[in-house]
């Protein structure tokens, strides 16, 4: 279904397994947009955190929702009514709360909704877990990424660290594997339909997992 402006892939996989670099560098390399979801998630759970909305008062979120203006640029700015909120919505405090909100149906389905808006007429790098079941069903190429805990706690860590967080190896990978347990009960649509793509990050360098994802899009006509 590649839409007038190209392919519509789609990009999932566990925490720490590099999508966020993977999927920027491929949308690069073929001029795709890059359609970070997780960053519309997090712009509504500050938004709300900010209103003192929490994940259950559903009306008020509901009117919130309504009347958000979330702006994602192509190159990763993210603005909430016009002010650029794109470090305050990785901080920690939303990065903790950010999964309760995206727990709420109200807010899927408003997200979802402006997602296939952005991402219909093809040419973009999907990243997010329902991509594939949900947003996009029909997309080109559906990829997973996965890779070993040692390397996703790295991975992890180096990020910490570079937002100064001050944080162990150890304490990163018992905070991975809650999170693998809490993301495996969770049901976003289910099994993606068609070929999904399974691709292992570790022991790749960044550009080798981008030139192995640039290969499977040019398989698929990019
Ligand atoms: O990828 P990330 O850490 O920026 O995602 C932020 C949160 O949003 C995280 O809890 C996963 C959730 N999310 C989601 O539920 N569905 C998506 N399509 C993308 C992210």
Redesign the pocket.
């Known amino acids: 279904m590649a839409g007038p402006k190209g392919l519509i892939i789609a990009i999932d996989g566990v925490i720490g397994a590099g999508k966020?670099t993977a999927a920027a560098g491929v949308a690069e390399a073929l001029s795709y947009r890059h359609l970070d979801?997780?960053?519309m998630?997090?712009a509504v759970a500050l938004a709300a955190t900010r209103a003192a909305i929490a994940p259950t008062d559903t009306e008020p979120l509901r009117q919130l929702l309504r009347q958000l203006e979330i702006e994602v640029e192509p190159g990763g700015r993210v603005a909430l009514g016009g002010e650029d909120v794109s470090s305050e919505i990785r901080d920690i405090e939303t990065s903790r709360v950010?999964?309760s909100y995206?727990d709420v149906s109200e807010v899927r389905e408003a997200l979802v909704r402006r997602q296939r808006r952005l991402g219909l007429e093809g040419g973009v790098v999907a990243e997010?877990?329902?991509?594939a079941t949900v947003v996009f069903p029909a997309a080109d190429l559906k990829i997973r990424m996965v890779a070993n805990l040692a390397q996703r706690a790295r991975r992890r860590l180096e990020e910490f660290l570079a937002k100064g967080v001050d944080i162990t190896l150890d304490q990163v990978r018992r905070d991975i594997r809650v999170r693998d347990l809490a993301d495996e009960v969770r049901d976003?649509g289910g099994s993606a339909a068609g070929v999904v793509e399974e691709v292992d990050t570790s022991g790749l360098s960044p550009q080798q997992v981008i030139d192995r994802l640039v290969d499977l899009a040019r398989q698929c006509g990019a």
Do not use: K, P
Request: aromatic fraction near 14%; charge should be positive; charged fraction near 20%.
């Open positions: 966020s979801t997780g960053s998630y997090r950010v999964g995206a997010g877990r329902d991509m976003y």
